[in-house]
C-alpha cells in the first residue's frame, strides 16, 4: 500500500474512535449534572482526574513503553505482555499506600479507596493493551476498542448514573465495567493465554522499557504543572475572575488537542515503520504537510471563533471571546508545531530527549509567566505559553536534524504565521470583520496550494501520487 494513504488510512481509522469517544463524553455531561449534585459531580471529576494521574506515574509510563517495543520484532511479545499484565499491580500497591497516607489528610476519600483502586486497575490495563494491539498493528481493533468502549460508558452512565441515581458509585462504576469489558474484549481476540504470560518478568527488558518510560512520565507531568501555573498566577495577581476567564477562552483550544492526538498515534505507527537514513522524503512531505494542516486548521477556527465563542461562553464569560484568537496561535498552533519531532524521538526510543526539552520549555514559560503576566494579564499568559512551545519546537528541529536531515519549508510557515498574526489583529478590533478574514484565509490556503492539491490526489488515490510528492522536495 502507498505509504502516504497507509498513513492517511491509520488517521482515519483512529480518528473514527477518537472522535466517538470525545463525543460521548460531551453528552454525558449535561445527563451526569443532570442526575448528581454539584458536590458529587466535583468528587467523582477529582477522583476521575487522580486516577489519569496516576496511571502513568504508577505504572512508570509503560503503556507508551509497550506500544513502542511491541512494534521490534526484536523483542519478545510474551515477555513484553509479562511485563504489562505484572506492573500494574505493583502500581495499585503504590496507589493504595498514597491514598492511605492521603486519607490522614483529606478522610472525604476513604469511601472511595476500593473504587479508585478499581479504575485504577481497569484503567491501567486497558490503556497498556489498547497500546500493545496498536503496537502490533492491529488498528482496527483500536478504533473498535474505543468504539465499544464509549458506548458501553454511555450505557452504564445512563443506567447508574442517570436512572439508578447512584452519584460517584455509580460515576467510577461506569468506567470500572466499562474498561474491564472491553479488556476482556481484546483478551478474546486476540487469544491472550493467561498462563504464557504470568512468570517472572524478564529484568533486562523490564529494565529498557522504565528506562523509556520513566522520562515520558516526567515529561507528561512537567506538561501539566506548565500548562497549569498560569491560571494559577492570573488569580493570584489579577483575581480568580480572569483566572476564570482564561480558563474559559482557552478551552476552544482543546479542539486541537483531539486533532492533534490522532495525527500523534498515526505518525508514531508510520514513523516507526518507514523510519531510514534514506526516506527523508516521506518524512519532510508529511511534516510540511502537517503544518500546513496546522496552519489552514487554526485560521479556519479564528473565522468562525465569534460564533463558537457566543454558542459557549454564556453571561459574564462573553469577554473571553477577545482572548480566543491569540491563544489559538499561541496555545493552539504552536503547541500542535513540536508534535511531529516528538514522534521522532519514539522512533530512536530517546525519550531523555523529549523530557529535556520540555524542561527547557518549562523554564521559560515559567520565567515569562512572572515577568508577563502582572503587566499584561491573560496576553501575557498567551505569550509565555507561545514562547514555551516555539523553544521546544526549536530544540526538537536542532537536535533530530543531527539524525535525519528534513526539509522544512521556513518561508511558507513565517507567511502563514503573518497571516495568522493577522487575523487575530483583525478579530480583536473589529468584531464583525468577515470579509478581510475570507481575504485572509484565501490567501492562507494559497500559501499551501501544493500540500492541498496533493491532500486531495492522495483521497482520491492517486497512483502516482508518491512520485508526485517526492518532487515537491526538489
Not at 59 to 80: P, Q
Not at 208 to 222: C, K, R, T
Not at 455 to 461: I, V
Amino acid at each position: 500500500m502507498n505509504i502516504y494513504r497507509y498513513f492517511l488510512k491509520n488517521i482515519s481509522v483512529i480518528g473514527l474512535g477518537s472522535i466517538l469517544a470525545k463525543g460521548v463524553v460531551f453528552i454525558l455531561i449535561p445527563l451526569q449534572t443532570l442526575a448528581m449534585s454539584t458536590s458529587e459531580f466535583g468528587t467523582a471529576e477529582m477522583i476521575y482526574n487522580i486516577v489519569n494521574l496516576s496511571v502513568p506515574i504508577c505504572t512508570f509510563g509503560l503503556s507508551e513503553a509497550v506500544m513502542r517495543f511491541s512494534m521490534d520484532n526484536e523483542h519478545n511479545k510474551k515477555k513484553i505482555l509479562n511485563i504489562a499484565l505484572s506492573i500494574p499491580f505493583v502500581g495499585a500497591i503504590i496507589l493504595l499506600f498514597a491514598l492511605l497516607v492521603g486519607s490522614i489528610f483529606f478522610k472525604e476519600i476513604v469511601p472511595y479507596i476500593f473504587y479508585i483502586l478499581a479504575t485504577f486497575l481497569a484503567f491501567a490495563y486497558k490503556d497498556i493493551f489498547m497500546q500493545y494491539i496498536k503496537g502490533i498493528g492491529e488498528i482496527r481493533l483500536f478504533a473498535i476498542s474505543g468504539i465499544v468502549f464509549s458506548i458501553l460508558l454511555f450505557i452504564f452512565n445512563y443506567g447508574f448514573v442517570y436512572k439508578l441515581k447512584y452519584g460517584v458509585n455509580g460515576y467510577l462504576l461506569s468506567q470500572v465495567l466499562s474498561n474491564s469489558i472491553v479488556l476482556a474484549m481484546i483478551f478474546f481476540i486476540l487469544r491472550v493465554r493467561l498462563r504464557d504470560v504470568f512468570s517472572f518478568p524478564d529484568i533486562i527488558l523490564l529494565r529498557n522499557m522504565a528506562n523509556y518510560g520513566l522520562p515520558l512520565v516526567i515529561n507528561q507531568i512537567a506538561w501539566w504543572l506548565t500548562n497549569s501555573l498560569n491560571r494559577y498566577l492570573l488569580a493570584f495577581y489579577l483575581g480568580i475572575g480572569l483566572s476564570g476567564i482564561y480558563s474559559a477562552a482557552v478551552k476552544i483550544t482543546l479542539i486541537f488537542n483531539t486533532i492533534i492526538l490522532i495525527f500523534q498515534q498515526a505518525w508514531q505507527i508510520s514513523a516507526i515503520r518507514e523510519f531510514d537514513e534514506n526516506n527523508i522524503a516521506f518524512f519532510s512531505n508529511v511534516y510540511n504537510f502537517s503544518n500546513a494542516f496546522i496552519m489552514l486548521f487554526t485560521g479556519f477556527i479564528i473565522l468562525f471563533s465569534n460564533i463558537i465563542s457566543s454558542i459557549l461562553f454564556q453571561g459574564g464569560f462573553g469577554i473571553a471571546s477577545k482572548y480566543v484568537p491569540a491563544l489559538l496561535i499561541t496555545s493552539g498552533t504552536f503547541s500542535a508545531l513540536p508534535v511531529f519531532w516528538s514522534v521522532i524521538y519514539s522512533v530512536t526510543k530517546n525519550s531523555k530527549g523529549v523530557l529535556k526539552s520540555t524542561i527547557l520549555g518549562a523554564f521559560v514559560c515559567v520565567a515569562l509567566d512572572f515577568w508577563l503576566i502582572p503587566k499584561f494579564g491573560i496576553f501575557g499568559a498567551a505569550i509565555a505559553s507561545g514562547s514555551c512551545f516555539f523553544v521546544v519546537l526549536v530544540i526538537r528541529i536542532i537536535e533530530i536534524n543531527k539524525i535525519l536531515r528534513i526539509k522544512i519549508h521556513f518561508m511558507k510557515n513565517i507567511f502563514a504565521l503573518i497571516i495568522l498574526g493577522m487575523q487575530s489583529l483583525l478579530l480583536h478590533y473589529f468584531e464583525y470583520c468577515y470579509v478581510p478574514l475570507v481575504i485572509l484565509q484565501i490567501a492562507l490556503m494559497a500559501v499551501y496550494k501544493k500540500e492541498i492539491y496533493f491532500l486531495l490526489k492522495l483521497l482520491w488515490k492517486n497512483k502516482r501520487v508518491e512520485k508526485q510528492w517526492e518532487g515537491v522536495e526538489k
